[in-house]
């Protein structure tokens, strides 16, 4: 089936505008089965370059936006900063509830988050099936890729990953639909871990080699798992299901090696 998707991106640094490009590209060369029905970003104009040229290209694309900067509504109602440690702060479920009204117009069958950087409540979640491009394993760590790279080089970990998953309230570890894995070790960073494996405080060249590794799949992983999706492949499961996932590794890599 064709999928509507609902895409959501901070667009606070470059990789939300590739994954949103290369999603529109696959579309149009019939790789993709999809339709991208509107953009959800919780940034406006102004706030960075990132988000201007991000926001450039969905107007260029014709796709619906719904742009709203979540600093500026919480300043608005004086709301405090969310503590992901702890229960989100009232006014986040107010503008969940503002953006799920205007997204709902649009009807669309699922959310991808890519690179969106609030973490969505049950206003949105419990009526949407939401997906989650988390850069690590299932099993893996949790939070932004700054601090899931960290904790590689701490654990000194021999592989890493990526995961569609489905969003819930337990933040990073809704079940998953889809997952790929690779290597962060062997001969291609052996001279880094030996120079900077101890180092697991500061961004190193290992930490920008372990996050290049990722950022490079992330594009080819996001198409194939949308299309596992659109085709039957991979289903999207209950919040509360404990389900693994389907590996998707080897078709990313034989992408990967495609494009070289």
């Not at 594009?219 to 289903?235: H, K, M, N, W, Y």
């Amino acid at each position: 089936m064709t999928l509507r998707i609902a895409w959501f991106a901070t667009a606070r640094g470059t990789s939300s505008r590739g994954l949103l490009n290369s999603a529109l590209n696959a579309i149009a060369e019939h790789r993709l089965d999809a339709e991208i029905v509107c953009v959800v970003c919780n940034r406006e104009r102004g706030q960075s370059a990132n988000t201007d040229a991000f926001l450039d290209d969905v107007e260029r694309a014709g796709i619906p936006l719904i742009a709203r900067s979540s600093g500026a509504w919480r300043k608005s109602v004086d709301g405090e900063v969310s503590d992901p440690s702890r229960e989100l702060a009232s006014w986040r479920r107010d503008f969940d509830a503002f953006l799920y009204e205007r997204m709902a117009d649009y009807q669309p069958d699922i959310a991808v988050l890519a690179g969106y950087m609030l973490i969505v409540t049950d206003v949105i979640c419990d009526n949407l099936a939401c997906l989650n491009l988390h850069p690590a394993l299932p099993d893996g760590p949790i939070g932004t890729w700054q601090q899931v790279v960290h904790q590689l080089i701490a654990e000194r970990a021999r592989r890493s990953g990526l995961v569609m998953q489905r969003v819930t309230t337990d933040l990073d570890r809704g079940p998953a639909v889809t997952w790929a894995q690779y290597p962060i070790q062997g001969p291609e960073f052996a001279p880094l871990w030996e120079q900077h494996g101890a180092d697991a405080g500061h961004e190193t060249p290992l930490f920008h080699a372990i996050r290049e590794a990722g950022a490079r799949r992330e594009p080819t992983f996001v198409i194939r798992s949308l299309q596992a999706i659109a085709e039957g492949q991979a289903r999207i499961p209950a919040s509360d299901s404990t389900t693994a996932g389907w590996e998707i590794s080897d078709l990313v890599e034989a992408d990967m090696r495609s494009r070289h």
